[in-house]
């Protein structure tokens, strides 16, 4: 019995995960002190406010550059097209560059409150169900294994799974996605032969 409404993973169907979370329950999620000084973004801001929409800018089209934010989909942009979008869409790439940004320094827990309010904003502006929310949930998966939270990022590993299956599988760039991201989920859930299967395909 599965209650979350997600399909359990082809590879981890014998894998019972029920895990206790409430939809957008990081929204209240506190915004945590970084080096940076960033609380806030906003894409139509000015003076200090446009220098900060511009670091957190520069830092997510590195992201793409190098292969952190891997998308699937035109929605998200890549290096030629990321700035474009309406007001909420660039705030949400613009914290996307900040977490990773933050990541990237080891400041794990401001990291994941701007790649949480990334998702917010995407799945408010683009929808639950829409493909970049799966790379996002990797992504907040892979910090929370940073800061040794398994279980909740076993969830986000989950909702990413699901969110990749969702898309075209016989792809072969997300059937990549779906194998690594299973792999992720078997290495948090303690299930390292399994998991090493996944990757090697």
């Known amino acids: 019995d599965n209650n979350d409404g997600f399909q359990a993973s082809g590879l981890a169907n014998d894998v019972a995960l029920h895990l206790g979370h ?4 990081s929204k209240t999620m506190n915004t ?22 511009d670091f957190a800018m520069k830092a997510y089209t590195n992201a793409i550059k190098y292969g952190h934010l891997d998308f699937h989909d035109d929605a998200a942009g890549d290096e030629n097209t990321a700035w474009e979008g309406n007001d909420q869409v660039l ?18 827990e401001s990291s994941l409150d701007a790649y949480t309010k990334s998702l917010n904003l995407w799945e408010d502006e683009m929808g639950q169900n ?3 929310n799966a790379s996002i949930q990797f992504t907040i998966g892979t910090v929370l ?13 989950t909702k990413a799974l699901h969110l990749f299956k969702c898309q075209n599988p016989a792809d072969g760039v997300i059937r990549a996605s779906i194998l690594s991201t299973e792999g ?3 290495s948090v859930l303690g299930e390292a ?3 090493i299967d996944c990757f090697r395909q």
């Open 130 to 132: 829409d493909p970049v």
């Open 145 to 157: 294994i940073e800061m040794q939270r398994q279980l909740e990022a076993s969830g986000h590993f």
């Open 193 to 195: 032969n399994r998991a």
């Open 91 to 108: 705030a949400a790439k613009a914290y996307m560059g900040l977490g990773f940004a933050r990541q990237c320094k080891g400041e794990l």
């Open 22 to 25: 409430s939809e957008h329950s």
């Open 32 to 53: 945590y002190l970084s080096s940076d000084g960033i609380d806030h973004i906003d894409p139509s801001a000015t003076d200090e406010g446009q220098d900060d929409f």
């Open 184 to 186: 992720m989920l078997f």
